[in-house]
């Protein structure tokens, strides 16, 4: 087993605003990976609903600071300055890790495969009372599909640090930042790969942007076309049906997977429902309708 010295470096990188409900799972999620060589990053704006107290009480393991900023793209470009990984991970303050050897099976990807860029895999998404709403699985990577449809779920997302530049994440973009930097790392030749497995939670709670600034993504969205070979036409949208019908299909098939040790608090019920909605449900307004 190579020390900890010869490991690389991995830096969670996590912005925070008034989460406090959300912060100590995702703390738990990263301080219990059996990946030793790991520095975990927060970046808070400025909150005033007990996330300092969260932050002050999390560790030496975690650098934090709390302090105004200009939005989530901001707080990530930050942390990204602070930090000094090899490899970086993008984990906002309400999502979390599925379980504890998440990063530990990505670095292994990464020490197999030196050429590759990007990892990324299936993440759950949970409602606020913890039911397991859906299965959010990775398309193996397809370069025509990703300009389709952003098939990369966020949280699941670590990267080379020499992929990316400074700053990580163009600060125009207050929706589709994410999406933007695979586009951008996509065109610069930067290599994907998919490893099959849960990596995250994916967490849909009232204040998360998805359900608060739906028209801010369909601009960011306008915008990304204007700079990338984008299909969002009209002809292309039967190939996102097509995705969508794909990936509850595939999640269906993935839901005997979700099982414990979790690196966040399962509620006995979570999978309750889970399989229907999947198979036969297409989400239209989380959380209201996923009983």
Known sequence: MCPISKKPLVSILTPSFEQAAWLPANLHSVACQTYANIEHVVMDGGSTDGSVEIL????????????????????????????????????NSDDAYFDCQVVERVVELFEVDPALDVVYGHALQLAEDGTAIQVLTAHRFDADLLRAVDFICQPTAFIRRSALSEPMLDETFHFAMDYELWLRLMTDGKRFARLNRFIAIDRHQRARKSSTIKDTYRENLDRLSGMYEMRLDPEWESTRTSYYKRQRLAGALLVPRIRGPFAFDA???????????QALQRKSAWPEEYR
């Open 56 to 91: 002050e009480q999390a560790g030496e393991r975690v650098r934090w600071r709390s302090e105004p900023d200009r939005g989530q793209a901001h707080a990530i470009n930050k942390a990204f300055a602070a930090s000094s990984g090899e490899i970086i991970g993008w984990l």
């Open 267 to 277: 509620s006995p019920s979570m999978k309750r429902g889970l399989l229907r909605r």
